[in-house]
């Protein structure tokens, strides 16, 4: 999305990015490359704690559902706090400090084959009807091959 976005000239302020923590290295290794590509540094955020401490360590409300004796439940299709807590809670934290000064725009890199997914956002791939397929054969187009060694080849 955001190589097409670029070569479309399309307004870009910031590209975020938000590390789960549970990456491969090749995901640096890609980030890194994207931001020499197209020239402009990229955002890294990360939760203030790791998955690790919220499923061990982490107290929740006494209230809260997802709550076992100690951290959170394991997660799951009905109880996906690890996405929220490790990526969306954190973007938008960091994109609310900026709305108080500036009116955003959002792009989402959801493809047109999830586009059930979607919500009150600018989705551009599902406007250009760009499936996870057609990604994949953009970015190799491209020169964004996924490496052997990540392949298991």
């Known amino acids: 999305m955001l190589l097409r976005l670029v070569e479309e000239n399309h307004p870009i302020d910031e590209i975020l990015y938000c590390d789960t923590g549970w990456e491969f290295p090749q995901m640096y290794e890609h980030l890194d ?3 020499q590509t197209i020239g402009r540094p990229i955002t890294r955020l990360k939760a203030p704690l790791t998955a690790e401490q919220y499923f061990y360590e982490y107290t929740a409300r006494p209230d809260a559902k997802l709550v076992t004796d100690r951290g959170l439940s394991w997660p799951s299709h009905a109880c996906r706090w690890c996405t929220g807590r490790l ?7 960091h994109l609310s400090q900026l709305r108080r000064k500036y009116q955003l725009e959002q792009y989402v890199g959801i493809a047109a084959d999830e586009a ?3 919500k009150n956002l600018h989705y551009p791939l599902v ?3 760009m499936t996870e397929a ?3 054969r953009y970015c190799k187009k491209h020169g964004f091959v996924c490496p052997s ?3 298991g080849q």
């Open 149 to 151: 060694r990540f392949r």
């Open 87 to 93: 990526k969306t809670h954190v973007i938008n934290r």
């Open 134 to 136: 057609d990604c994949l």
């Open 116 to 118: 059930h997914r979607c």
């Open 33 to 35: 490359r994207l931001e």
């Open 127 to 129: 406007e250009w009807g």
